[in-house]
């Protein structure tokens, strides 16, 4: 990887766990929730990795391109909790970012989706938190509610019981706080005004305490 590639999987909170899970190496990633061109950005900084998307709809801000890059990609209703197409014990890492929130059954989903992990992979987990409840409402979200598709709350106490259940083991956990994030926010107000016309809430999500993540381990 190079110096200006591994520059950017630091900075961003998701894959900086990424590259401490695997680092350089060869890894077969399920990425569930996968769009807004995810695919295309992770091979572009992890070229080792074995990319496999998973969501309700594969249509969801996904390009040929991205495409091109999936080994494979699975479109199906995580509510039904119905995995069958999905391979057992196959994957190295799951990543599932703001997903989580938008099912009623999330808990069950994750609970499945563990079986889908290998031996000493890696899950990483993040979602609005308890706090995300309290904040003031802005555009793009900074509270629960700001998303109308939110439909439950959880928290760090209750995955920590539902992924020690699976036989897995919380490395870490706790609120989202990327200071690389924090540090710039003068820069991502300016351009996030120039280009859109007004403040997105997620520039403000690391500052104010947004968003809980966990990164577990398989035993």
């Known amino acids: 990887m190079s110096i200006l590639n591994y520059a950017r999987s630091v900075v961003n909170f998701k894959f900086s766990f990424l590259q401490r ?5 060869s890894f077969k ?6 769009g807004n061109h995810s695919a295309s950005r992770i091979k572009s900084l992890f070229p080792q990795c ?3 998307g998973l969501d309700l709809d594969k249509s969801y801000n996904n390009s040929d391109d991205d495409f091109k890059v999936m080994k494979d990609f699975y479109e199906l209703d995580l509510t039904k909790l ?5 391979p057992e014990q196959y994957f190295d890492g799951i990543w599932m970012a703001h997903v989580i929130e ?3 059954n999330g808990d069950e989903v994750v609970s499945g989706l563990t079986k889908k992990m290998k031996p000493g992979g890696y899950f990483y ?3 609005p938190g308890k706090k995300s409840t309290t904040l003031p409402s ?3 979200s900074l509270n629960f509610k700001d998303d109308a ?10 995955l920590t019981s539902v992924f020690e259940a699976n036989g897995c083991t919380v490395l870490k956990s706790g609120t989202r706080r990327n200071w690389y994030y924090i540090f710039a926010m003068p820069i991502r107000m300016v351009l996030s005004l120039v280009k859109k016309g007004h403040l997105e809430g997620n520039i403000f999500w690391d500052l104010l305490g947004f968003a809980e993540y966990l990164w577990v381990k398989k035993n």
């Open 125 to 127: 987990i993040e979602y």
């Open 82 to 86: 119905n995995y069958d197409i999905v």
């Open 102 to 104: 938008h099912l009623y």
């Open 29 to 34: 990633l399920l990425d569930v929730g996968a």
């Open 149 to 158: 598709s939110h439909v439950r709350l959880y928290s760090v106490k209750e």
């Open 50 to 52: 074995e990319y496999y």
């Open 21 to 25: 899970s695997f680092g350089g190496k």
């Open 138 to 140: 802005m555009r793009g």
